[in-house]
């Protein structure tokens, strides 16, 4: 496979990939880390041919921020740091215009009181853009599982959400 | 399922279709530039010698030999508290006693005396000796705690005589051999 392949896909996911990592890790550097764990691992393994999976994809990446996340309860006084340091400016969404940066703060806080099983299910379905049976494989879910989690998790996250970003975010 | 139930179903599936949409106007934010360089290092390395690199401030590299250290100190203390109780353990005595020591240590008995002793003129020194017999006395207990097994053997010896005849001794060697019983 050529290296401007990787780069493709590197360009359409990354920025997905990262979203999702930061759903267990509290700083950039994590998830960054995991992204690259994960997209090395699945690039390498794809290379005979054909583009990654995509649920295999963020399958892997997962995995490399659970195992981020072990060693990072090891390091937790200086990542609590980190994580306060990095909660105004952020790194989950990207600047944009036409939606204020109050608004995106209250979908982060909202989506961070949800239960991870729920969270990782909605940043899939929504940011991802995977379908049900992508999510079930990534997660190793029974189908139904995940729609009723990501149903759920956005019935959850619509109450969490400021009465002003319900209507329109 | 009634058709109320099918209408709520298909309501609740649209509203969450149209928090999506909503929920997906945010875009998520691109890693830093760095997070691609890292990976065209790591594809690009061979797979053998593959060395990820990482944005996180890195962890001190333990010392090269603290892991033998520490192994050694367990590897000793093991070894102390398997030593104790064998230390501490008091030495059995069996019944069938065996020889370990191959070399005999050689203890002059006073010689029982069956002849007259050499005159002063007759020389100290022996010219020739016969050997008479072996006995082997089986293993005692010298001073009733050190086993021992006991060889006597009886030689004659013969002293050139003043007189030209020579005179005859006989001597006693006992053998003394320290045994270990197990």
Redesign the interface.
């Known amino acids: 496979m050529e290296?401007s392949d990787?780069?493709a896909c590197?360009d359409c996911h990354?920025?997905?990939l990262?979203?999702y990592a930061r759903q267990w890790l509290p700083d950039?550097?994590?998830?960054?880390?995991a992204?690259?764990?994960g997209?090395?691992k699945v690039?390498?393994g794809c290379r005979a041919g054909g583009s990654p999976d995509l649920p295999l994809l963020y399958a892997a990446v997962r995995s490399e921020a659970l195992d981020l996340l072990k060693g990072h309860a090891r390091r937790r006084a200086r990542e609590t740091k980190v994580a306060l340091d990095g909660a105004g400016g952020?790194?989950?969404?990207?600047d944009?215009p036409?939606?204020s940066a109050e608004r995106?703060a209250a979908?982060r806080t909202a989506l961070e009181q949800l239960p991870i099983e729920q969270r990782e299910a909605?940043v899939l379905?929504?940011?991802s853009?995977l379908s049900f049976p992508e999510i079930a494989r990534t997660l190793g879910e029974n189908e139904n599982t995940v729609a009723a989690r990501?149903?759920r998790g956005?019935?959850a996250?619509?109450k969490l959400l400021p009465e002003g970003c319900r209507e329109?975010? | 399922m009634n058709r109320f139930e099918n209408d709520r179903g298909e309501q609740e599936a649209e509203a969450a279709e149209g928090m999506i949409l909503d929920l997906a106007r945010l875009r998520p934010a691109t890693p830093r530039q760095a997070l691609r360089e890292r990976i065209v290092a790591d594809l690009a390395a061979p797979l053998s010698m593959e060395t990820t690199s990482s944005a996180r401030s890195p962890t001190p590299a333990p010392r090269s030999f603290a892991w033998l250290g520490e192994r050694m100190l367990w590897a000793a203390g093991g070894a102390i508290v398997a030593a104790v109780p064998l230390l501490l353990q008091p030495r059995p005595l069996p019944d069938e006693p065996q020889v370990m020591a191959a070399e005999p240590q050689a203890i002059a008995a006073e010689p029982e005396m069956i002849a007259a002793e050499p005159q002063g003129d007759v020389a100290r020194e022996p010219f020739a000796e016969e050997s008479l017999a072996w006995s082997d006395d089986g293993v005692q207990f010298i001073d009733g705690q050190i086993p021992a097994r006991v060889i006597r053997h009886w030689v004659l010896e013969r002293f050139p005589g003043a007189d030209g005849e020579g005179l005859v001794r006989p001597r006693e060697d006992v053998f003394v051999v320290p045994v270990a019983l197990r």
């Open positions: 290296n990787w780069h590197f990354a920025a997905r990262f979203l950039r550097a994590s998830a960054e880390d992204v690259q764990g997209f090395v690039w390498r952020d790194g989950w969404w990207e944009d036409l939606v995106a979908v909605i379905r929504v940011w853009g990501c149903r956005l019935a996250l619509e329109s975010l």
